[in-house]
C-alpha cells in the first residue's frame, strides 16, 4: 500500500480554519484519497474521500493537488469538537483495506 | 437502534478465560472489519469478512477466533489471552461496492490480567 505523511500534531484556534496536509509522493492511478478523524474515546469516522477532484462535503473539504501527491484536509471553521486524531490513508481500486498511520493530532484552543 | 453496535464496551479477563465480544450492524453493509488499537500505536486490521466469507487474516494470533454468521453480526472469540493483547478493540462495517467508506463502533476496551 502507498504510504502517506503527515505531521504528528498541528493546533488551530478555534472559528477559524485548519488545513490538514498530507504528503503521498507513491500514490497510483487508482488510489482513493480518504480522510478519517478519532475522537478521543471514540472509534475512527469518516470524514471526506476524494480521486482526483476537490470534494466537498459537510463536515470538511478535500483539496488534492494537480499531481496527486498531497492532499490537504480543510475544516472551514473549526469548533472544540474538531479536537480529534486526523487520518489520511490511501485505499487502492478493489482494495477493501484501510491502513492507518499515526494521524495528526489536532488540538483546538478556545 | 442504527449504525454499529459493540458489547460489551469494557472487558476485563484472566489469561485462562474465554469470552467473546459481539458486534453489530445497522446498516445493511455485507463487509466487517476487526481492528485492533494499542496504546500510542496505529490502528491495526485483524479480520475482514465479506458475505460472510473471511477475505483477510492479517496473521492473527489464534487465540483470537473471529466468526460472522451472517452479513450482520461479528464475533470475535476469545481465549488464554496475554496481557499484551490489551487493547480497544474496533469493529467496522461497510457497503462492498467503492469507495470503501468504513462505519466504526465504539469499541471495547479489553484488560488482560
Known amino acids: 500500500d502507498a504510504k502517506t505523511t503527515q505531521p504528528n500534531s498541528m493546533e488551530s484556534n478555534e472559528e477559524e480554519p485548519v488545513h490538514l496536509p498530507c504528503n503521498h509522493s507513491t500514490i497510483s492511478g487508482t488510489d482513493y484519497i480518504h480522510w478519517y478523524r478519532q475522537l478521543p474515546s471514540q472509534g475512527p469516522e469518516y470524514v471526506i474521500h476524494?480521486?482526483?477532484s476537490n470534494v466537498n462535503n459537510r463536515m470538511a473539504s478535500l483539496a488534492i493537488a494537480e499531481d496527486r501527491k498531497s492532499s490537504t484536509l480543510i475544516l472551514h471553521r473549526a469548533t472544540l469538537r474538531d479536537a480529534a486524531v486526523y487520518y489520511c490513508i490511501l485505499c487502492g481500486f478493489g482494495n477493501e483495506k484501510l491502513t492507518f498511520g499515526t494521524g495528526t493530532r489536532l488540538t483546538i484552543i478556545p | 437502534e442504527t449504525g454499529v453496535t459493540q458489547t460489551p464496551r469494557h472487558l476485563v479477563m484472566g489469561m485462562t478465560n474465554k469470552k467473546s465480544l459481539k458486534c453489530e450492524q445497522h446498516l445493511g453493509h455485507n463487509a466487517m472489519y476487526w481492528y485492533k488499537q494499542s496504546a500510542k500505536k496505529p490502528l491495526e486490521l485483524m479480520f475482514v469478512?465479506?458475505?460472510?466469507?473471511?477475505?483477510e487474516n492479517n496473521s492473527v494470533p489464534s487465540r483470537f477466533s473471529p466468526e460472522c454468521p451472517n452479513s450482520s453480526h461479528l464475533f470475535l472469540h476469545l481465549h488464554t489471552l496475554q496481557p499484551e493483547d490489551s487493547a480497544l478493540y474496533l469493529c467496522?462495517?461497510?457497503?462492498?461496492?467503492?469507495?470503501?467508506?468504513?462505519?466504526f463502533g465504539p469499541g471495547t476496551r479489553l484488560t488482560v490480567l
Open positions: 476524494g480521486l482526483t
Open positions: 467496522a462495517s461497510s457497503p462492498t461496492d467503492l469507495p470503501n467508506e468504513q462505519f
Open positions: 469478512y465479506n458475505f460472510k466469507e473471511q477475505t
